[in-house]
């Protein structure tokens, strides 16, 4: 079946630094990716998503780029803050019409020091 | 206002007890969903639900019944319960396809079981 795999947490950064989250997928043809995030003591928020080959999603910041071809979307910003420390999910979309459900990844705790 | 609402937010209870869960959108999504979120944050879809209709049901076991009386809710029933129930519990609900795939998360109702 489909898959999510995400590079073991926790990352501990500081301030500014760069942040990379490696997300790769298995599944059948070309599914939507997604990145949500979830804050502490919330729920998940969607943060960005792409829907096809090579498509960058973006948002406050942060991007990942859909690779058809090393089946990834890595999740990435250039320099992070410490509002950013939280649970951050990679998942796909399979099914369709209203069959679809989204598979998560593990999750990867951030915790950027001031 | 409250897109996706839950309560109660916290549930302390005894094994071998029946608890129910309820959750209220005010989106018009036509479909809702249940997560399990474990100790290690791992998340999984436990059901999900179309203008009242089961769709999807991840092989949960009996004793876990959801109940949808409009599309605005999605309920969730547990009877005897068990100690390895303890997790985090969200519910979500999306638009119908086609549209986004984005599903927007309550803010969890954390089960403890004794």
């Known amino acids: 079946g489909d898959s999510v795999t995400q590079m073991e947490g926790p990352v501990t950064l500081s301030e500014e630094a760069f942040l990379t989250i490696n997300c790769t997928y298995t599944?059948?043809?070309?599914?939507?990716l997604f990145w949500y995030v979830q804050y502490p003591g919330e729920g998940l928020q969607l943060l960005l998503k792409?829907?096809?080959?090579?498509d960058k999603g973006s948002n406050k910041g942060f991007e990942a780029t859909y690779r058809k071809e090393t089946t990834s979307f890595h999740l990435e910003k250039g320099s992070v803050q410490v509002s950013d420390s939280a649970v951050y999910f990679c998942a796909l979309k399979s099914g369709g019409g209203s069959n679809y459900k989204l598979t998560f990844g593990k999750g990867t705790l951030l915790t950027v020091n001031p | 206002d409250t897109a996706v609402s839950q309560t109660p937010k916290y549930l302390v209870t005894q094994m071998g007890n029946d608890k129910s869960i309820k959750c209220e959108q005010n989106l018009g999504h036509d479909t809702m969903y249940w997560y399990k979120q474990d100790s290690k944050k791992f998340l999984k879809i436990m059901f999900s639900?179309?203008?009242?209709?089961?769709?999807i049901n991840e092989t949960v076991p009996n004793r876990f019944s959801p109940k949808s009386p409009d599309k605005a809710h999605l309920n969730l029933h547990i009877n005897s319960l068990e100690l390895g129930d303890s997790a985090v519990y969200f519910c979500a609900s999306s638009p119908t396809p086609p549209g986004s795939y984005e599903q927007y998360f309550g803010p969890g109702t954390r089960l403890t079981v004794t």
């Open positions: 792409a829907t096809k080959a090579d």
């Open positions: 639900y179309n203008n009242k209709e089961l769709i």
């Open positions: 599944a059948t043809g070309y599914p939507s």
